[in-house]
């Protein structure tokens, strides 16, 4: 199985911004084949849906995140991002990112939005 990493987390107030980046190591056909998305989960919450793009970059997102978050992808690099503007408090959460259909989960990455 091909470990993903997740990074970019971290602490921002309501309404600020963060980019996640989900990366390997190597390439993998993860990145130029397979529908990528991102996930995360609040504690005490099961792990629910954010965003996912697909080979060709076609994009879909959860209502709760919709023309806040975008998912972008970069085949070359590895590499799967997802921009998050205007934040809320709802959105406190470990953010993962896996293909579609899912692999192994990785740590994930810590974001937490507070004043």
């Known amino acids: 199985q091909v470990q993903l990493v997740e990074s970019g987390g971290g602490l921002v107030q309501p309404g600020g911004s963060l980019k996640l980046s989900c990366a390997t190591a190597r390439s993998t056909p993860i990145f130029s084949v397979y529908t990528m998305g991102w996930y995360r989960q609040a504690p005490g919450k099961q792990r629910e849906f954010v965003a996912t793009i697909t080979r060709t970059r076609s994009t879909n997102y959860a209502d709760s995140v919709k023309g806040r978050f975008s998912i972008s992808r970069d085949n070359p690099k590895n590499t799967v991002y997802l921009q998050m503007n205007s934040l809320k408090p709802e959105d406190t959460a470990v953010y993962f990112c896996?293909?579609?259909?899912?692999?192994?989960w990785g740590q994930g990455t810590q974001v937490t939005v507070s004043s």
């Open positions: 896996n293909a579609v259909p899912a692999g192994v």
